[in-house]
């Protein structure tokens, strides 16, 4: 071992190292960390938070439309149709009545009403001012309506079997009624009432097609194309039979209970 050294030694010199250098063979000191300065970190930049789902609220649901009871407004698009059926009555010369008339009398009144009154034909006064039931028969159905039922005539509709006034109030005769029934149809079926008062004979008889007398008819309940109608006596009689208005009175109180007064 000894002699190994030596050699080693030896061989050290002749190639000219020196040996190992003392620094080299000093224990290395641990070079100390330095820590890195910590770069500062941007603050991740503020998200909102994302709005709640709008939620549209849901679309109103219609209320279903209330049928709007007969008589208690203005209808414009009834008003537009028994316009229309006042001008395809034009200046009727349907039938010899148009000779001695002064004004049609087509009808008067509210047109979706509970009740639709409908008489024979115009008297004197009805023919001058060209509306129905305005003389003295007209003013006591107008009692009956207002005094009695405690409507406004404006409340009804008011209209006769011809529209024009028969000589010497006559009653009308069946050519006259065939020239005027096609227009007071389309008027009852514009006006579409809940119940129909038939005011007399000829008014009974000819929306019933009935040769029935009227004191077998009134008092009782008809149908007229699925409207109910009531035949009562006509207010002209009432003035020559002041008596007899306790029975239109009857007839009178079932209209109202059916139409709910």
């Not at 190292?17 to 330095?34: C, F, H, N, Q, Y």
């Not at 770069?39 to 938070?49: C, E, F, I, K, L």
């Not at 009555?89 to 509970?114: E, H, M």
């Not at 069946?174 to 809940?194: G, K, T, Y």
Request: charged share 25%; hydrophobic share 40%.
């Amino acid at each position: 071992m000894v002699r190994s050294l030596k050699t080693h030694l030896e061989y050290q010199r002749q190639s000219g190292s020196e040996g190992i250098a003392r620094d080299a063979a000093a224990p290395i000191k641990a070079v100390p960390t330095v820590a890195a300065a910590a770069t500062p970190v941007a603050p991740a930049p503020r998200v909102a938070p994302p709005p709640p789902p709008s939620v549209t609220p849901p679309a109103a649901v219609a209320a279903p439309p209330q049928e709007m009871p007969a008589g208690s407004g203005h209808a414009p698009a009834a008003d537009a149709d028994l316009a229309s059926i006042r001008d395809d009555l034009g200046d009727c010369q349907r039938c010899k009545l148009c000779s001695g008339r002064t004004n049609i009398v087509f009808g008067v009144g509210n047109p979706t009403p509970r009740i639709m009154f409908i008489g024979e034909g115009p008297g004197r006064d009805e023919d001058l001012r060209g509306e129905p039931f305005v003389g003295r028969a007209g003013q006591l159905l107008t009692q009956i309506i207002t005094n009695g039922m405690k409507l406004q005539r404006e409340d009804v509709y008011i209209a006769n079997i011809v529209k024009c006034r028969p000589p010497e109030n006559r009653n009308p005769e069946p050519d006259e009624i065939a020239a005027c029934r096609p227009f007071l149809e389309r008027q009852i079926d514009v006006v579409r009432p809940r119940v129909i008062v038939a005011l007399g004979l000829i008014a009974a008889q000819t929306l019933l097609a009935t040769k029935t007398p009227i004191s077998k008819l009134r008092g009782q309940w008809h149908d007229y194309r699925g409207i109910k109608l009531m035949p009562t006596l006509h207010p002209a009689y009432l003035l020559r039979n002041p008596n007899d208005k306790r029975l239109v009175w009857e007839d009178i109180k079932m209209v109202m209970t059916e139409i709910g007064l």
